[in-house]
């Protein structure tokens, strides 16, 4: 019988009518591997919970604490989540670009877990405006982001990267580390904990799976070349699944993204930036826009190099990002409000007219 605390579970809620708790473990489109005091097994959702849920941000994720009602002859049935500590989403723009999206989604990565790595190699195609954007869906995520910088044994000087990296990423440890020969491992023990979770985030060939491998101590995930032209691979990891390391430590492995859409970020911005806006409560005027008024703390800042360029332009442009997304979310969720409220009255109507027949 295994023990569910060693996979983080506290009991929050008293399992009743028959129902058993477990953690969801690995994610196939409708189909979910979790692990209970009986061990892994197979689970389905119910009709009764896609109602129930309504919005894909409450469909079940990998480390998600469930109720579940079991088949001994089949799939067992997952009736309730649980609540949810940390979370980790982006936006999803329904397979467009932000700019022609039909619909704008919230898209859970992964719940549950205690840290955020985010994961990014020291090769040709390392960018520190793109690590800044997880982190700031990592302050919103509850938990406690922590930059990897991978393949630190391709590059005989990785000082000046993790340097931009500190100054980007406020508060964050970043950590150099190689999978290949070790390098720097050592350094994430305090992070690696029984009944801890950590999500691994990142691109493709970034050496998430390379990673986890050297952390198992055996082959889990399979890692594939990179390109040489540009230092980017294919996705290796093709759904979420979580492993238990041999120190107790669960790692959630997650498929490389293309791009990170920013979701309900103003917080995590705020957090990531919080420098940047301290800046303006010291602005002359109190509706200072940052543009070319006098007396801006923003803009003295930047002629005195004591703000960069770089981190200006990344807070501006996801500040853009952020309100375009609220905007667009707002207004389609207006629409939905709308088109459900034409179609109630619509069946009143036709009820109302079938009754005076």
Not at 111 to 116: H, P
């Amino acid at each position: 019988m295994i023990d569910l605390r060693q996979y983080g579970y506290t009991e929050t809620e008293v399992p009743t009518d028959g129902l058993i708790p477990g953690r969801l473990i690995e994610v196939r489109r409708d189909r979910y591997t979790v692990v209970t005091e009986r061990g892994e097994e197979p689970a389905i959702l119910t009709g009764r919970f896609f109602h129930d849920a309504g919005a894909r941000s409450e469909r079940p994720c990998v480390g998600d604490f469930a109720l579940l009602r079991c088949n001994e002859a089949g799939a067992s049935s997952i009736v309730k989540l649980l609540p949810r500590h940390s979370k980790f989403s982006r936006a999803d723009f329904s397979g467009h670009a932000a700019g022609y999206a039909k619909t704008i989604l919230e898209q859970v990565v992964a719940v549950n877990f205690d840290y955020v790595f985010i994961v990014s190699s020291l090769n040709w195609d390392f960018k520190v405006s793109r690590i800044a954007r997880y982190l700031t869906q990592a302050h919103k995520s509850g938990a406690q982001p922590v930059v990897i910088l991978t393949k630190a044994d391709l590059v005989n000087d990785f000082d000046t990267q993790a340097g931009a990296v500190m100054e980007a990423a406020p508060g964050a440890p970043v950590h150099a580390v190689s999978a290949r020969t070790g390098f720097g491992l050592g350094a994430l023990d305090e992070y690696l904990r029984p009944g801890k979770t950590v999500v691994f985030l990142g691109m493709s060939g970034v050496g998430k799976s390379s990673l986890v491998n050297a952390l198992m101590e055996r082959e889990v995930a399979v890692v594939k070349a990179i390109r040489e032209s540009d230092s980017r691979g294919r996705h290796t990891t093709t759904h979420r699944q979580l492993f238990m390391l041999p120190s107790g430590t669960m790692v959630i492995d997650t498929p490389g993204m293309r791009e990170l859409g920013l979701f309900d970020a103003d917080e995590g911005i705020s957090a990531g930036f919080a420098d940047v806006e301290a800046l303006f409560a010291r602005c002359r005027f109190g509706d200072c826009r940052h543009e070319s008024e006098p007396g801006c703390a923003a803009l003295a800042a930047l002629a005195d190099g004591s703000l960069t360029r770089e981190r200006w332009e990344s807070y501006l442009a996801q500040r853009r990002e952020s309100e375009f997304v609220k905007g667009r979310a707002d207004y389609f969720a207006a629409k939905k409000s709308f088109l459900k409220k034409v179609a109630v009255r619509d069946m009143q109507r036709k009820s109302k007219k079938g009754g005076e027949e």
